[in-house]
């Protein structure tokens, strides 16, 4: 039975799902400048400002990691922003499939190894929070700027889902890895 390499896979797929969602945000902002001023209070939410932020809702730490960069040079054009996050993101679950078929923390022995499991703990605490944050943070902008407001608009929440889902993933990750190397290695002193 052949096992399936998520380092592969991940990446080929994700990759080329982002290569349409590209093509999808470059042709609603073609037709966003098209329209002008046509639109009294900017463009519809759907389909609109949802490509964009569905897309950040996946890939949220390749575009966190390359916005310097992206900022940096400026970019007038979508295609150069393309250009950059494409790889960023295709590296990103690269390496997530890489920890999906290896583990987190690979299978290497670890002299302190209530040390590491501390600090993977300490981490995933702070991501929980992080998190929490990040969810607070965002409920009480959508209370304050968007009552009373039509249901479509709580796509706008998709921002904040992302990094908080990352945040958690990255979380449970530290947390099992922490256990796993306190069961591997439990009469290892520290």
Not at 77 to 103: H, S
Not at 151 to 180: D, E, H
Request: aromatic fraction near 18%.
């Amino acid at each position: 039975m052949r096992r399936t390499r998520f380092r592969v896979v991940l990446p080929i797929v994700f990759g080329f799902l982002s290569l349409l969602l590209f093509a999808w945000e470059h042709e609603n902002n073609r037709v966003i400048e098209s329209m002008g001023m046509g639109w009294d209070t900017g463009p519809p939410m759907w389909p609109y400002r949802a490509v964009p932020l569905f897309s950040y809702a996946v890939n949220a730490p390749a575009y966190i990691a390359c916005w310097p960069l992206v900022k940096m040079i400026d970019a007038r054009t979508d295609w150069v922003e393309y250009a950059v996050w494409l790889p960023a993101i295709t590296a990103l679950w690269w390496w997530v499939g890489t920890r999906i078929d290896f583990g987190l923390l690979g299978r290497q022995m670890w002299l302190r190894t209530k040390s590491v499991a501390a600090l993977l703990f300490l981490s995933a605490l702070l991501l929980f929070v992080l998190a929490g944050g990040i969810a607070v943070s965002e409920y009480r902008s959508f209370q304050l700027y968007w009552p009373g407001h039509p249901p479509i608009y709580a796509i706008l929440l998709l921002r904040a889902i992302g990094p908080i889902l990352w945040c958690l993933l990255f979380a449970f990750a530290f947390v099992r890895s922490a256990f796993g190397i306190w069961r591997r290695h439990p009469s290892v002193s520290s």
